[in-house]
């Protein structure tokens, strides 16, 4: 029995059951959820180096905002498997100019915490002929939510096998730091609002200290929602690695980045 004095707010609570979304699942069902991939380009000479793989349905208008109803229905998981599945199916067919682009894949918390996850990702490359090598595993914050020692067990399992792993949205989250130690990391993605602010002297700084801290630990990076010449310009010459945004391309559907990888290897 609870003591006269304690608060209501004190007792433990059964934790809130994820409402049904059928809508959601029907669609997943249907393989509605179709993908595009947003290029990734190297600041050095501007060629195609990746991709970030990025899910699309016309029932949420933005990838981060369906993955946020996908949570609250209990669906993240099944969403994530689907459309990294989906991903690498898809990048195994590609020939040409596409032939060694890397495909970067969104990891979401439900992810790590699934039970050899890790396994599953490469029999996913294996079972589709797509060489594990060329792709990379994007994590957020948020992503990692469990034990960061078993995080780190399974991250440093899929190195093993060639993937790559970067920190996605880095300078937004109070625990990034600690992540470069423990984990283990490949890139840095720079958060698309400290690129934005970049027009202000003392985002500049934070950017140029990134970067260059980045450069120290042996870690790439990439600067996220890149937009204007000024932005490139000043990150190119604090020695970033790669950059995806709007000055160069959005996210674009198979048959618009096949033409695209063409139109710039045709150029090269």
Not at 70 to 77: D, F, K, Q, S, W
Not at 89 to 99: F, I, K
Not at 104 to 123: F, T
Not at 157 to 166: D, F, K, M, T
Request: overall charge neutral.
């Amino acid at each position: 029995m609870y003591g006269t004095g304690q608060r209501a707010s004190d007792r433990l609570r059964a934790p809130v059951a994820p409402s049904r979304d059928k809508v959601l699942e029907a669609a997943i069902v249907a393989n509605a959820i179709r993908l595009h991939f947003q290029p990734q380009i190297a600041i050095a000479d501007g060629s195609l180096v990746g991709v970030e793989a990025l899910a699309r349905w016309s029932g949420e208008p933005k990838s981060e905002c369906l993955f946020a109803r996908a949570a609250n229905a209990g669906l993240a998981e099944r969403l994530s498997r689907h459309v990294q599945s989906q991903a690498i199916a898809v990048a195994a067919t590609w020939t040409g100019p596409l032939a060694k682009v890397r495909l970067s894949l969104n990891c979401v918390a439900a992810d790590l915490a699934r039970p050899a996850y890790n396994r599953w990702l490469v029999g996913e490359c294996g079972r589709h002929g797509f060489d594990p090598s060329r792709l990379t595993l994007e994590i957020t914050e948020t992503s990692l939510v469990i034990d960061r020692a078993l995080a780190a067990a399974k991250l440093a399992w899929l190195r093993e096998w060639g993937v790559r792993i970067a920190i996605d949205d880095f300078g937004t989250g109070y625990a990034n730091l600690p992540y470069l130690t423990a984990l283990p990391l490949d890139c840095l993605k720079i958060d698309r609002e400290l690129i934005a602010g970049l027009d202000n002297e003392k985002s500049q700084i934070v950017v140029r200290s990134v970067i260059a801290m980045a450069r120290d630990l042996g870690l790439e990076t990439c600067a996220e929602g890149v937009e204007t010449e000024a932005q490139r310009r000043m990150v190119s010459q604090w020695g970033c690695t790669t950059m995806q945004g709007y000055l160069f391309a959005p996210a674009l559907d198979g048959p618009l980045l096949e033409s695209l990888a063409e139109t710039m290897a045709a150029a090269a």
